[in-house]
C-alpha cells in the first residue's frame, strides 16, 4: 500500500509522494513538499534530486528522509554552503554553457562565505579555487563577467538558480553514476547541515522532529500512505 517515491508534487499519498511530502508526514506537518521542518534551500535540493533521479534509483533515496526532519536554521551560512557544495559538485561534469553559469555562482558565494570564514572575500577557498582550476575557460569567463559587473547588486539569494543549474546539469552530464551523483550530493549536504547544526549548537534554530530511527520511518508512514 505504501507508494513509490516519484516526480513531481501529489495532491495526496494515493497519488503518490515525493522525497518532502514524506518528511512533511514523518514532522507531523500538513501534507506538502515545502515542509517547515526542512531547510528550504535544502529541502529544495531534495525535491531536485527526487525528480532528477531515474525511476530505478529513487527508491534508494527513501533511507535519507528522516534525516532532513528537524534540519533547519536561520543562519545564513547554510544558504551559502549548500549552494557551494552543490555548484563544486557539478562543475566538473556539466556541459560548457552550465559551467559558465556555475563559476558565477561558485565566486558570487565564495565571496559571500568570505566573511564567515576570516578570509578576504577576494581569496577563494582552496578548495573552490582547485576546483575552479579544473574548468579554466569557465573559470576565466565567470571571473570575466563578475569583474565587470554585469550581476550588479545581490536582491535574492542565488542559491535555488544555482542548484536549478546544478542538479539536471549533473542528471544530464554524460557520465554513468548520474544517480549516484545526485545521491551522494543530497547525503552529502544533509550532513553538512548536520555538522553546521551541531557546530554551532543552537537548538533554538532547529524545529522540534519525532524521535524516529532511519529503518523504521517505512512501517510509521505505513498506515496514512494506506489510506
Not at 521542518?37 to 528522509?65: E, F, G, K
Amino acid at each position: 500500500m505504501l507508494p513509490m517515491l516519484a516526480r513531481g508534487k501529489h495532491r495526496n499519498p494515493r497519488r503518490g509522494a515525493c522525497f518532502m511530502e514524506l518528511a512533511s508526514y514523518l514532522a507531523g506537518e500538513r501534507w506538502s513538499d515545502r515542509p517547515a521542518c526542512t531547510h528550504p534551500l535544502l529541502a529544495h535540493l531534495a525535491r531536485l534530486v527526487n525528480d532528477c533521479t531515474s525511476d530505478a534509483a529513487r527508491p534508494r533515496l527513501a533511507p535519507l528522509i528522516p534525516s532532513v526532519i528537524g534540519l533547519t536554521s536561520n543562519d545564513p551560512r547554510w544558504n551559502h554552503e549548500i549552494a557551494l557544495l552543490a555548484a563544486l559538485s557539478a562543475l566538473p561534469v556539466v556541459a560548457e554553457e552550465t559551467q559558465r553559469a556555475l563559476a558565477v555562482g561558485v565566486l558570487s558565494v565564495d565571496r559571500m562565505l568570505g566573511e564567515t570564514d576570516g578570509r578576504d572575500p577576494g581569496t577563494p577557498r582552496a578548495t573552490t579555487a582547485a576546483a575552479l582550476d579544473e574548468v579554466p575557460l569557465a573559470a576565466a569567463w565567470a571571473r570575466d563577467f563578475v569583474a565587470h559587473g554585469v550581476l550588479g547588486p545581490v536582491r535574492y539569494h542565488p542559491g535555488p538558480v544555482i542548484l536549478d543549474f546544478a542538479v539536471p546539469g549533473i542528471a544530464m552530464a554524460c557520465v554513468t553514476d548520474t544517480d549516484d551523483r545526485l545521491r551522494s550530493l543530497l547525503s552529502s549536504a544533509i550532513q553538512m547541515c548536520q555538522d553546521l547544526a551541531a557546530a554551532h549548537d543552537a537548538p533554538d534554530r532547529r524545529v522540534s522532529a519525532p524521535s524516529l530511527e532511519p529503518d523504521r520511518w517505512l512501517d510509521v508512514c505505513a498506515p496514512v500512505l494506506a489510506r
